[in-house]
């Protein structure tokens, strides 16, 4: 659609969800054009009443989870968009090239189920980048500061943030409980594989967490109302495509926000472009402006 946002709703379901519902908000991959652009979207959003860093289930996926990170922790979301105005000196810029990607796309399609299909890209871009990705750590470090200058830490709510275990192909899911720290979960989840080395957590090797799906929506199932924010909608297969996953989280009031086309102008071809991290922003607040009244037809204020 034009406005970037696509919305489902079951049988009998009202125009609007009531108070006391369970929420959902689900963050997708995207680069960091994707961080920019969500925390875009989610700040005009609340500028104009739809706070939904509130929800009750926060998903995070590569992007996302960064994202997701920062939305729940004690800092103001006014604070983490007004970051991505500024230079973004911590970032480590990168391309990916059509190489790449032709090299992904053939490890997916080849037989095997997605297990096997994962640790086929996981082994792979162990053997591309040996190391344990303590650089790349450093630079989601960066982007995980409180106001104290600490790291944040897993905050007290419902945050799941994804990745791939490299060995097994094994999807995983790390939340407060898992043992792991935020720090290392979210720099799992953003390692995108043959692009950034895979990270180390406990004797494993983990790499991003869109090689299973661009948003992992299903993860918000119990949810009554879902809204995914999801810079990329592509998905190997029909399966995890994130509207096929939003229908089998059974919620009542399902929306997705994608970037329209002035978004996906101002976002640019490379999404690991930090230099396009500001244009992303600010494409992401006018977006989220604009898509204001339809976002109140389903999410509870």
């Not at 997708?28 to 009750?56: F, H, K, P």
């Not at 999801?230 to 926000?257: K, M």
Request: hydrophobic share 45%; proline share 6%; aromatic share 4%.
């Amino acid at each position: 659609m034009a406005d970037g946002a696509t919305a489902g709703a079951t049988s009998g379901a009202t125009s609007g969800a009531g108070d006391g519902v369970r929420t959902g908000l689900v963050l997708g991959g995207g680069g960091v054009t994707g961080i920019a652009w969500e925390l875009g979207v989610l700040a005009a959003l609340r500028a104009e009443g739809l706070d939904l860093t509130g929800a009750d289930t926060v998903v995070g996926t590569s992007a996302g989870s960064v994202v997701g990170a920062q939305v729940t922790s004690a800092v103001d979301l006014d604070q983490w968009y007004e970051e991505q105005l500024a230079p973004p000196d911590h970032e480590i810029g990168a391309a990916f090239p059509l190489r790449t990607a032709l090299s992904l796309g053939v490890r997916m399609v080849l037989p095997g189920d997605g297990r096997v299909r994962r640790q086929r890209i996981g082994r792979a871009a162990r053997r591309a980048h040996p190391g344990d990705g303590s650089e790349r750590i450093a630079v989601i470090e960066a982007r995980l500061r409180g106001p104290d200058g600490a790291p944040l830490a897993w905050p007290d709510r419902d945050l799941r943030i994804t990745a791939v275990d490299a060995d097994s192909g094994s999807f995983t899911v790390f939340d407060r409980d898992s043992g792991v720290d935020l720090l290392h979960a979210v720099a799992a989840s953003c390692a995108v594989p043959l692009v950034w080395p895979p990270v180390a957590i406990n004797g494993r090797s983990y790499v991003d967490g869109g090689m299973r799906s661009a948003a992992n929506a299903d993860l918000a199932t119990g949810c009554e109302v879902v809204v995914a924010v999801a810079p990329l909608l592509r998905s190997v297969s029909r399966h995890h495509r994130v509207r096929v996953q939003l229908e089998r989280t059974g919620a009542r009031h399902r929306l997705v926000i994608a970037p329209d086309r002035q978004a996906l102008e101002a976002i640019g071809r490379n999404v690991l472009d930090p230099t396009r991290r500001t244009p992303a922003a600010r494409a992401g607040w006018a977006q989220g402006r604009r898509l204001a009244p339809r976002v109140a037809e389903h999410w509870p204020h």
